[in-house]
């Protein structure tokens, strides 16, 4: 069996698991741990469930890898889309800057690069969770108080009935970019790492075939295999097919105008048809009679927040996970990825195989350290990435732009080989990302840090 395979055992049993949060890094998380061989995962979910947001994701080899791994990536890729190449266009006149060939990609990396329903993700995820005996879901039940004892202790309150307390051995933070765990952790470290305004919102806009249909050059983008972004300054559009084509995801980014004003913690809202089409008023006019499909009262606009890197995600037998310790812009297209990352890494190096099915609490500190170790260099740098490739997309006029544009020239030139100034479709950044075994990785840095304690 391949070393990073993954099977169930007996062992395990007697270490307790509980993990806050059912997003795409709590549903790995838990589906991880069970494939390890731990037997006793509790799930705590504050909504009553999944709550699937209707958008589409973008599903790179490097998350197909694990979910392969972990027995729940064929029903995902079924209905997912396979990239076949991908179009930067200008967004002002349609015009092509560079094309690059995504076909190499399976070939080099053993998965392509698809595009697929944040809803089948999730319920694949969930679905594979659901086959493991070894894990309960708590769902409308609300996580806070963790305190970061060698037991860890946390309150549960459940949307019906009486707050109550629960005791574990190792306690999981997947509780996204509000992150409560995260806070406590930080104000009991003496830390402090505020969300940050990145200045930039999103809207996410799903269009059916048959609002698509009447118009042949929409009916070229949903029938494509092509992921295209539409740049200008501040602002770009990405867009994709997913669903077996019936349905063609857009993703913006833009300016954020909206959220600046508002005092509370709203992450998304109802946004506004016209304000929508104002923002984009300058692209061409394909791209305003697609916007325009989208029905009054159904924008949906997101905050696109982040953080300054942690100092550390792990504190005794607790540890962060996914948006709760590494929020990313979506230029990358990376952040389920890394969060799914992080989860395959516990797997690793908490599997009861290394740890022993009765871990002291030193010993799960100790894993949870090399958890960090293996992940929080290479989050946080796909993190700056992701903010960098945003910037480059996102230049006005200017010697930068000029410099930007030979580059996209060079690459039309080169017939999309060479350097792409869009950083998720260089060749050099794909290897960085999609190369990277994180399970692999884990399993040397845990044998390199046994050796070393010889
Ligand atoms: C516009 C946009 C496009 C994106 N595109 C991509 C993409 O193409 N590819 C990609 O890989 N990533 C993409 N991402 C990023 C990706 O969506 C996130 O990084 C990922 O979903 C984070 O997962 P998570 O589980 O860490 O957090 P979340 O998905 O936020 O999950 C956290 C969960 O914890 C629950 N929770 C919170 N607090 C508590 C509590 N106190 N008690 C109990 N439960 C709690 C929440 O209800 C939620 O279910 C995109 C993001 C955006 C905004």
Known sequence: MASTETTSTTQGAGTKICIAGAGM???????????????????YEMASNLGFVGAGIQLAPNMARILDRFGVWKDIAAEAVQCADTSVREGSTDKELGHVDLAYVEATYGYPHMVGHRSSLAGSLYAGCKLEPAISFHFSSTVTDVQFSAKPSFQVTPREGSPYRETCDIFLACDGIKSPTRVDMLKELGESAEVQDTGQAAYRIMLTKEQMAHDPELLKLINSDTVTRWIGEKRHIIAYPIASHTIYNLSTAQPDTHFAAATNATYTTKGSKSKMLETYGDYCPMIHRMLDLVPDGEVCEWRLRVHAPLKTWVHNTVALVGDACHPTLPHLAQ?????????????????????????????????????EKVRKERAEALVELAAENGRAMHLGAGKAKEERDKLFAALKAGGGKGPVPDKWADADVQRMIYGHDCMKVAEEVWEQEQSSKL
């Open 25 to 43: 890094g709590g549903l790995a998380t838990a589906l991880a741990l069970a494939k390890a061989g731990h037997q006793n995962i509790h799930v």
């Open 335 to 371: 952040g389920a990825a890394q969060a799914i990352e992080d989860a395959a890494v516990l797997g690793v190096v908490l599997a009861p195989s290394r740890i022993g099915s009765s871990p002291s609490p030193e010993m799960i500190n100790k894993a949870l350290n090399v958890y």
